[in-house]
């Protein structure tokens, strides 16, 4: 849904009004989602700026009351905080109806959000290493200079349920992440997702790809849609999940350590931070995205959104199970590691097990296969230029996923089998009702050391790489 002529005029009607800026020359969409769209606006020089950001809800109802209007009031919020964040010229109140129901404009914030670029590319060799100081300065900033009376609409959400929620939802069968939900609930941190500690407003998504980098560092904090009330930590801890670390070797953002991220934090808030409630975060977190892994593919196993790219994030789950049992289980997890034994790298194989077709969101070879033959039949034949060649990529991937499964088959079955019975189960739904019941509360180390076993064979089907484990 593009821009359409009154929308057009609408929205320099409105710039001319807030920002001395002329016609607007150009609107370029830059993302387009399910539920929201973001464009790159150029106007005419008129004494002000001339480039701009347009997001805007296509969805019928707005997810807030007053619509992105009350996002924008919330990066405002920051912005007067201290928070870098892009200038907000206005929103779905200052009328501009054609634009949209539901938008805010802000000014254009030059920068790169593109991780790979962030962490591999020379012009920002100076930005890696002021970035974890920066970003705990403007986490501070964001926890003790932004007053939740002047956001009431945000909501204090209990994560550990929601994402239990969506899990059962999804039918998603885990040994690991009920190891996880076990582990969480019975080592919860004083105010951890609870409201034992004075609340404050959350990000709720910091991280890089939310981040707008320059090559002095930090330029701007954007996507501020899962704004919401909660334990400060959880921001810290988020962070330093591993998958936010895009292939870098430190654990915040992949460029620096906890102690640089911690110390500007305590300096800049005045408060300690206790690393133990931020790992208590960071596990969550890694759990909460890999159920997010299997609510993307299960929107093309659905029949939702056929897509190559969310069937193929499905696997995935397995890194996180893995690194959720490396977090909890530490000593279990190598024990099970050193019983595997060595493991195939990419193109290599030998006969380990999988179980991908188990559980809601984590797609069968068949369904892989499928999925990319469709796309290879389709858009391939006809455009091998921009996003088509990336899910091409994409694809290439899933093929080599289901190859190496098919190599590694024979002895699936019977790996599987031998690990469930000496737990005296047959299936790893089984197991996972046993988990989730307690039954193993009393041997958790063991069980994770067995669940391990089949989370390592998993990956070295799905992705062999990540089974090279960063320190932290």
């Given at each position: 849904?593009?821009?359409?002529?009154?929308?057009?005029?609408?929205?320099?009607?409105?710039?001319?009004?807030?920002?001395?800026?002329?016609?607007?020359?150009?609107?370029?969409?830059?993302?387009?989602?399910?539920?929201?769209?973001?464009?790159?606006?150029?106007?005419?020089?008129?004494?002000?700026p001339?480039?701009?950001?347009?997001?805007?809800?296509?969805?019928?109802?707005?997810?807030?009351?007053?619509?992105?209007?009350?996002?924008?009031?919330?990066v405002?919020?920051?912005?007067?905080?201290?928070?870098?964040?892009?200038?907000?010229?206005?929103?779905?109140?200052?009328?501009?109806?054609?634009?949209?129901?539901?938008?805010?404009?802000?000014?254009?914030?030059?920068?790169?959000?593109?991780?790979?670029?962030?962490?591999?590319?020379?012009?920002?060799?100076?930005?890696?290493?002021?970035?974890?100081?920066?970003?705990?300065?403007a986490?501070?900033?964001?926890?003790?200079?932004?007053?939740?009376?002047?956001?009431?609409?945000?909501?204090?959400?209990?994560e550990v349920?929601?994402?239990?929620?969506?899990?059962?939802?999804?039918?998603?069968?885990?040994?690991?992440?009920?190891?996880?939900?076990?582990?969480?609930?019975?080592?919860?941190?004083?105010?951890?997702?609870?409201?034992?500690?004075?609340?404050?407003?959350?990000?709720?998504?910091f991280?890089?790809?939310?981040?707008i980098i320059?090559?002095?560092?930090?330029?701007?904090?954007i996507?501020?849609?899962?704004?919401?009330?909660?334990?400060?930590?959880?921001?810290?801890?988020?962070l330093?999940?591993?998958?936010?670390?895009?292939?870098?070797?430190?654990?915040?953002?992949?460029?620096?350590?906890?102690?640089?991220?911690?110390?500007?934090?305590?300096?800049?808030?005045?408060?300690?931070?206790?690393?133990?409630t931020?790992?208590?975060w960071?596990?969550?977190?890694?759990?909460?995205?890999?159920?997010?892994?299997?609510?993307?593919s299960?929107?093309?196993?659905?029949?939702?959104?056929?897509?190559?790219?969310?069937?193929?994030?499905?696997?995935?789950?397995?890194?996180?199970?893995?690194?959720?049992?490396?977090?909890?289980?530490?000593?279990?997890?190598?024990?099970?590691?050193?019983?595997?034994?060595?493991?195939?790298?990419?193109?290599?194989?030998?006969?380990?097990?999988?179980?991908?077709?188990?559980?809601?969101g984590?797609?069968?070879?068949?369904?892989?296969?499928?999925?990319?033959?469709?796309?290879?039949?389709?858009?391939?034949?006809?455009?091998?230029?921009?996003?088509?060649?990336?899910?091409?990529?994409?694809?290439?991937n899933?093929?080599?996923?289901?190859?190496?499964?098919?190599?590694?088959?024979?002895?699936?079955?019977?790996?599987r089998?031998?690990?469930?019975?000496?737990?005296?189960?047959?299936?790893e739904?089984?197991?996972?009702?046993?988990?989730?019941?307690?039954?193993?509360?009393?041997?958790?180390?063991?069980?994770?050391?067995?669940?391990?076993?089949s989370?390592?064979?998993?990956?070295?089907v799905?992705?062999?790489?990540?089974?090279?484990a960063?320190?932290?």
């Amino acid at each position: 849904m593009s821009l359409d002529p009154p929308g057009l005029e609408a929205l320099g009607e409105l710039l001319t009004r807030n920002a001395g800026a002329g016609p607007v020359r150009s609107a370029e969409q830059l993302t387009g989602g399910a539920s929201r769209q973001t464009y790159a606006v150029a106007t005419e020089t008129g004494g002000g700026p001339s480039e701009f950001v347009l997001q805007r809800e296509i969805s019928p109802e707005p997810r807030l009351p007053n619509g992105m209007a009350d996002e924008a009031d919330l990066v405002r919020t920051a912005r007067k905080a201290g928070v870098p964040t892009p200038l907000v010229v206005g929103t779905n109140r200052d009328g501009a109806a054609a634009v949209g129901h539901s938008f805010f404009v802000t000014e254009r914030v030059h920068g790169e959000t593109i991780a790979r670029r962030i962490l591999r590319d020379d012009r920002f060799e100076q930005a890696r290493r002021v970035l974890p100081s920066q970003l705990g300065r403007a986490l501070a900033a964001l926890h003790t200079g932004v007053d939740p009376a002047e956001v009431p609409w945000l909501e204090v959400t209990d994560e550990v349920g929601r994402y239990r929620e969506v899990a059962e939802e999804l039918d998603l069968v885990s040994p690991a992440f009920e190891l996880g939900f076990r582990w969480l609930e019975a080592n919860r941190p004083v105010g951890g997702d609870r409201t034992d500690r004075p609340l404050t407003v959350v990000h709720g998504d910091f991280r890089l790809g939310n981040l707008i980098i320059d090559e002095d560092g930090l330029a701007a904090v954007i996507d501020w849609e899962l704004g919401h009330l909660g334990d400060p930590m959880e921001d810290l801890g988020w962070l330093c999940v591993r998958a936010w670390r895009f292939g870098g070797p430190e654990p915040v953002a992949g460029v620096g350590g906890y102690g640089e991220l911690f110390a500007a934090y305590e300096e800049a808030a005045g408060v300690p931070v206790d690393p133990a409630t931020v790992r208590w975060w960071e596990t969550l977190g890694t759990l909460k995205w890999g159920i997010m892994c299997g609510t993307q593919s299960n929107r093309h196993l659905s029949g939702d959104v056929p897509s190559v790219e969310l069937v193929s994030i499905g696997p995935r789950v397995a890194e996180q199970e893995y690194d959720v049992l490396r977090l909890i289980h530490p000593a279990a997890s190598a024990r099970a590691e050193a019983a595997v034994g060595a493991v195939p790298s990419v193109g290599e194989s030998r006969p380990l097990g999988t179980g991908m077709a188990e559980g809601g969101g984590r797609p069968s070879s068949a369904d892989l296969l499928d999925a990319v033959r469709d796309f290879l039949l389709g858009d391939v034949s006809d455009s091998t230029e921009g996003r088509t060649r990336f899910h091409a990529l994409v694809a290439a991937n899933a093929l080599a996923t289901i190859g190496r499964e098919l190599d590694l088959r024979g002895d699936i079955a019977e790996r599987r089998g031998r690990r469930l019975a000496g737990l005296g189960f047959d299936s790893e739904r089984e197991l996972s009702g046993a988990i989730r019941s307690g039954q193993f509360d009393d041997r958790l180390d063991d069980v994770a050391e067995v669940v391990m076993g089949s989370v390592v064979d998993r990956l070295a089907v799905n992705n062999p790489r990540w089974l090279v484990a960063p320190e932290g």
